[in-house]
């Protein structure tokens, strides 16, 4: 799980805070195949790490939000 620090909705892309204390992971909109067009400020989000390129770059790929409750819906 990862909490949304910022997201730009027109550029498509911002950062997640995982919750293990990691660094701040970049996220782009494109990288979710359409599973998430928008995000908030403080949202909490689940994700998962995708190495690719060259030079090999990580970014977060969020699969889902949390809702109020904690639960993780698509």
Do not use: C, N, Q
Not at 5 to 20: E, L, N, Q, S
Not at 24 to 50: H, K, N, P, Q
């Amino acid at each position: 799980m990862a909490t949304v620090i910022w997201f730009d909705p027109k550029a498509g892309f911002g950062f997640v805070k995982p919750d293990d204390g990691g660094p701040d992971m970049f996220v782009r909109r494109s990288a979710t195949g359409g599973a998430v067009t928008i995000l908030a400020a403080g949202e909490r989000v689940s994700y998962e790490l995708v190495t690719s390129g060259k030079p090999a770059k990580t970014e977060a790929v969020i699969i889902a939000k949390a809702s109020s409750a904690g639960a993780v819906h698509t």
